[in-house]
């Protein structure tokens, strides 16, 4: 189709249901939009695209999964947890027999908040891990967490609005966010995570110039794109400011059930004496993602606002994916689980900082997770990740280029690789064929 051929020449990739057709070598690795199956009909269909369609763009890790999917690439990009760590058989006997004893219940339209049963489930798991879910709070289960970020977005942000966040930050966020027209304020990292310092300044600074910030976003635990996880004084410092500057905190935790070293650190729903916090997870790293069932745990009033925005987008989250957790709940079995998936996921974090310092050259630095799924990569200056993907995928390795999880831009010498998915040989390989690219690149 000439539309392909001109984006292509325009520096485009182009990704069709039948090829991936790469923009000339050297050109900066962009993700285009899919732009229709090949010889499909002459129809403009752009006049018919939203204003709010145009105004949103395919995520990078998304559409990396495409180039993934093709095979014979090793990929150090998406978060996808490693297919070992679901309980298949205890999941396939739950279904069945949830099915048998609750099926006109599991297999029928519910609640949009949950099901009671598993709400219950989910509160008695929450306690037992830590995470205080107070009588005022409330709790609302959602399509993966990354559904309570775009009801939370829907319920609380209006355009202009601004919200506080670490960078690098959760790329899925700033997703979730993205069509309210949300501004962000950034706080930077160390190997610690968020500097509340640094918060401090930047929210005494907003106050000043009579910004309206609603909330910080914030992934203190194994945080996902940087790894790093928040100390304690830096968690009761941000509650603090939050407090002082009357600020909602939103706290995503996918990973503190599978942290695999051990930190003195509490949830910042825990520490929240001032009914502050918004706490969000989800099944995905402890069970399963193809159940899409995650949850936020907050005050009241506000899941009240996100049961009002999920009721107009799907009415309620699959009751039996709520079963189904349910009893892998009640029956200990993702407890007894998480030590096998601490287990696997050391293995491989161990197995990538072993090749990042046996391989990567000089200049070159990066992060000591204590668990997640990450690690996050400085390159030299001037060394642009994007187009280092390019060379790495010729090589057959793919990463996420760190500019991905900027909100205002920056970021270009960064890159996010993944452990949880590919084997320790993989692993090892990948960083291999990576460091090599990064050379080629320093050669010019
Ligand atoms: C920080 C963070 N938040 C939310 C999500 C979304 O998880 P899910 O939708 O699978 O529950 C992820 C998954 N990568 C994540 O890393
Ligand atoms: O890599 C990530 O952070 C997220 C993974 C979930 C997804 O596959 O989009």
Redesign the pocket.
Known sequence: MAGIATLVAAGYHVITSSSLALSPPGQAFKFAEIVGKPGASIVDYSKFFSEYVNAIKASD?RELLKIVEKGNVISLA??LPDPRSFPKEEIARIAMEVIERFGEKALQYSPTRGVSYFLEALKNFSKRHGIAVNDEDGIIT????????YILGRALLNPGDYVVTEEPT?L??LQAFRGVGVRYLTVPIDEDGMRTDKLEEVLKKAKSEGLRIKMIYT?PTC???AGTTLPMDRRRHLLELAEEYDLLVVE????SFIAFEERDVKPLKTLDRSGRVIY??????ILA?GL???WAIGPDPLISKMELVKQEIDLHTSTLSQYIAAEAMNRGIIDKHIPFIKRLYREKRDAMLAALEEYMPEGVKWTKPIG???VWVWLPEGINSRKLLQKAIEKGVVFVPGDSFYPSGGGENTMRLNFSYPSPEEIREGVRRIAEAIKEYKAG
């Open positions: 890790i998406g978060g959602t399509v993966g967490s990354q559904q309570a970020l959760y899925g966020m992934v945080h996902n794109p995503d935790d996918p990973y969000m997870s989800t099944v995905s790293k993602p899409r069932l995650g997640g799924l990450f």
